[in-house]
């Protein structure tokens, strides 16, 4: 099991950036899948980006390509997500995710530890 922690969120305007950050503690971090996901208000928890264990592979939702950036620092164990470009239909709760497999998926049942999460709130 891996220990996941969010930080970096906040209220930004609309076209701004922000950059969130997973640290994570427990086991090796670079056995592990990453994702982020999120969560708006009355709306269920959707996948938003993954990257694999040794950072050379990346999935996005087609909402975000383009505007957001998955990256890892296995060295501090560390999960990013750079957020640009942001819009208010980002505004949500972000989740980190963790997967002990060399593979990936865009299923909430695909991770089995997951962070607290992080508030974003993107005003227009």
């Known amino acids: 099991q891996v220990q996941l922690v969010e930080s970096g969120g906040g209220l930004v305007q609309a076209g701004g950036s922000l950059r969130l950050s997973c640290a994570a503690s427990g086991r090796t971090f670079s056995v592990y899948f990453m994702a982020w996901f999120r969560q708006a208000a009355g709306k269920e928890r959707e996948f938003v980006a993954a990257i694999s264990r040794g950072g050379g592979s990346t999935d996005y939702v087609d909402s975000v390509k383009g505007r957001f950036t998955i990256s890892r620092d296995n060295a501090k164990n560390t999960v990013y997500l750079q957020m640009n470009s942001l819009e208010p239909e980002d505004t949500a709760l972000y989740y980190c995710?963790?997967?002990?497999?060399?593979?990936?998926?865009?299923?909430?049942?695909?991770?089995?530890?997951w962070g607290q999460g992080t508030q974003v709130t993107v005003s227009s």
């Open positions: 995710a963790a997967r002990l497999s060399q593979y990936g998926g865009r299923r909430e049942n695909d991770y089995a530890d």
